[in-house]
């Protein structure tokens, strides 16, 4: 009797004891686990992060010898002679700013046409292949677009596009400057127009991605009530998705200001400032693309770097921007 009263009073506390010994070890286990993924994903963060430091600290240091030869002066002059080692920087920055740009204006109203098209009207056995052939075009390689755009393009461009332009507008003051200058098509619009169309794949891609993010029950409500299809786009589909949209123009425009091989191809390479669309040019990085292999002296070279610097710099100001837009908006929108 008094056995079994013992037995049948200490299997519970048995039970506990391996119960807890139990939890214990998975705890354990697990804390374990947990450990070593936090310190991977900080380990992963802090490479970027010296990878990040260690671009920028070797860019600086390159771009000394320049900086010391001409101080700031570097970004107040438009001569670009290396014969006789007098470097500036203006031209590239203009051009690379001004190609950006017109890659925008031509790529985002097609990339959000393509997106409205492929998530609100397309029907689903069309929207897929259309937006896989798409995405491809991201897949071709920049010197295939710049070739393409130098033997094929850029003839085309200039008979049926610059010339009718130069025509149309010659006479209009303010306007005709322009579309002055000849048509060759070897000159910053060509430039701009084949890296809109080299931007337009990511950019489309993103926003049909964030546009399908939009829950079906508000376009549904939107509808409901009487909406046309663009007041849904525009009231319902942007105004929940303006961060992703902002995102992906800012993705084509990093595309646009750091492309080299297409536009070298079809940029000109003059170091003269624009007057017009029409006049040839060189971005940053064809000019970097085009004199390094030259770049015979350590003043060259560190030019060369300094632009690289310069590109960077210009890259973070422009997403930083972008994001404290962003951050205005959200407040603005809180209220």
Known sequence: MTDSTLSSGSSPSLDGVVESLVDTQNASRFGGADLLFRLLAKGNALVVLVVLVGIIASLVIGSLPIFEAEG?????TSTWNPVTEVFGAVTPIVDTILSSILALVIGVPMSFGIAV???EVAPQWLARPVATAIELLAAIPSIIYGMWGLFVFAPLYAAYIEAPLKALFHDVPGVSQLFSGPTTGVDLSTAGFVLALMIVPFISSMMRDVFQTVPAVLKESA??????????VRNVVLPYTRTG?????MLGLGRALGETMAVTFIIGGSFRLPTSLFSPGSTISATIANGYAEAVTVL????LTALGLTLFFITLLVLTAARLLLMQADKRSAH
Do not use: D, M, P, Q
């Open 245 to 249: 949209v902002v995102g992906a123009i």
């Open 72 to 76: 700031f002066g570097f970004y107040a």
């Open 117 to 119: 098209y492929l998530t």
């Open 223 to 232: 509808y409901g009530l009487g909406c046309t299809r663009w007041e849904v």
């Open 300 to 303: 060259h070279t560190s030019a």
